[in-house]
């Protein structure tokens, strides 16, 4: 069954077309930079590549512009759009109402619509890549697959901020957790490595641009370093993640800024960017740091410490570690970042082999020394994967 994944931003599109039974991959792309001018790159089967530089006005042009180039001569990968059987959408925020993901309808956009407050950013472009599909292609059906629906599983002590009960209950303030297609795909893969241990205990570190840790015990997350917003847990690539919340009033006040500016500025101008002042590309401060740029040193060593306190943490949430997982762009790539997590963890029986961590592989790998208790492994995410098989077994 051919499923189209769609994750829709506030100024960019990536899609997916798979083959949601053999998992093949057909075509893939993304639209960026839609209402600014507009650029389209598209992927069909690896090797065909084609860049279309348009102005792309809204997300319905970028759309149309997808599926005309999904059926078009020299990118042609199915003859027309009947031929896809389903669509499946990432949709950011689930809140309470959604553990797991479901066939849309006008009551859920409605319940997604409720939770814009929570994802003032995502849900609403979310929602905008919904209805263009319903539009476009009314025949086919459209399935919501959560990013916060995997940690619906977390126990009340550990989704309950410390502040009073009314809000929780009133203002839904609570610990809901993110990239949650992606820890349940990467610990479904740990465990199958793990021959189906039965009582597992995983940790997921999902290192990329976004970053975030989830512990998984027996496939289920109990606790996870996102919270109400993606701001939470790790220093990641712009946003500077946990920190004191007295850093804010202090900021506000100190250099007059609204909050609409403290929230950018601990979004997009903190983490690896603001504390390396070069990039929030980390392969850039690796770079730098080799030439000798003391604070690049200092913010990668920030940015693990933050892991490795994670990890630790989690371990003990866990009782233990069958397996540490790493996955996402600096986790599936970075050599370095491993090591500097892992390092001096023998005590708690977590052994990094060094030659095995230099491995490069497109698959699952396993890292560890042979006497390590705790398995590492690298195992390459798939959230698209994900949506399109929760996509086809919702419809099929
Ligand atoms: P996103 O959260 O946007 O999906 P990715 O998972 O693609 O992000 O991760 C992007 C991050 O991965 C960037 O910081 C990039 O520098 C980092 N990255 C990619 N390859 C490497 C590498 N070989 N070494 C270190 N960092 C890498």
Known sequence: MLIFVLNAGS?????????AQTSELKASGVVERIGIDGILKHVVSKNKKLTIEAFIPSHKEAIELILETLT???TKTINSIDEIQAIGHRVAHGGEFFKGSTIVNEKVIKKIEELIPLAPLHNPANILGMKICMDLMPNIPNVAVFDTAFHQTMPEVHFLFPVPHEDYTEHHLRKYGFHGTSHSYVSNEAIKLLNNKKNSRIIVCHLGNGSSICAIKDGKSINTSMGLTPLGGLMMGTRSGDI?????PYLMDRKNMDTHQIIDYLNKKSGILGVSGISSDL?????????GDQRASVTIDMMCNRVRKYVCAYAGLLGGVDAICFTAGI???STLIREKVCFNLEFMGIELDDEKNQLKSSGNIEINKKSSKTKIFVIPTNEELVIAKDTYNLVK
């Open 244 to 248: 004191d919340a007295g850093v804010i």
């Open 331 to 333: 986790g599936e790539n």
């Open 11 to 19: 100024s960019s599109l990536k899609y997916q077309l798979i083959n």
């Open 283 to 291: 392969r850039e401060i690796i770079s730098a740091a080799n030439e």
């Open 72 to 74: 078009h001569d020299e």
